[in-house]
Nanobody, 121 residues
């Protein structure tokens, strides 16, 4: 079973910066997509940013130009640099990975436990 362990996050004032990272471990062959999602109280979980194994990225409109996602395939780690933070960015941030455990195996998905990001006005 693949585990995703997140680190980083915390509290910052509006306009500040934070970063989070997530490392995958376990029996896996290939990680296709790694990404970050977030969930604020009372809201559904939403996409923040994803990065594919070829390096292509996608961002939600709400974070474009402020957040940057990257990954280190050798370390099976995905990073999210968050700048220009706003109070509405406050949420639990979850790491996600789509992976296969052997060649030509079906893609499976795993979630991290979540890390809190709090932005005060």
């Amino acid at each position: 079973q693949v585990q995703l362990v997140e680190s980083g996050g915390g509290s910052v004032q509006a306009g500040g910066s934070l970063s989070v990272s997530c490392t995958a471990s376990g029996n896996l062959y290939h990680i296709n997509v790694m990404g970050w999602y977030r969930q604020a109280p009372g809201n559904e979980r939403e996409l923040v940013a994803v990065i594919r194994s070829d390096g292509t990225t996608e961002y939600s409109d709400s974070v474009k130009g402020r957040f940057s996602i990257s990954r280190d395939n050798t370390k099976q780690t995905v990073y999210l640099q968050m700048g220009g933070l706003k109070p509405e960015d406050t949420a639990i941030y979850y790491c996600n990975a789509d992976y296969s455990i052997h060649p030509f195996g079906r893609l499976q998905t795993s979630w991290g436990q979540g890390t809190q990001v709090t932005v005060s006005a």
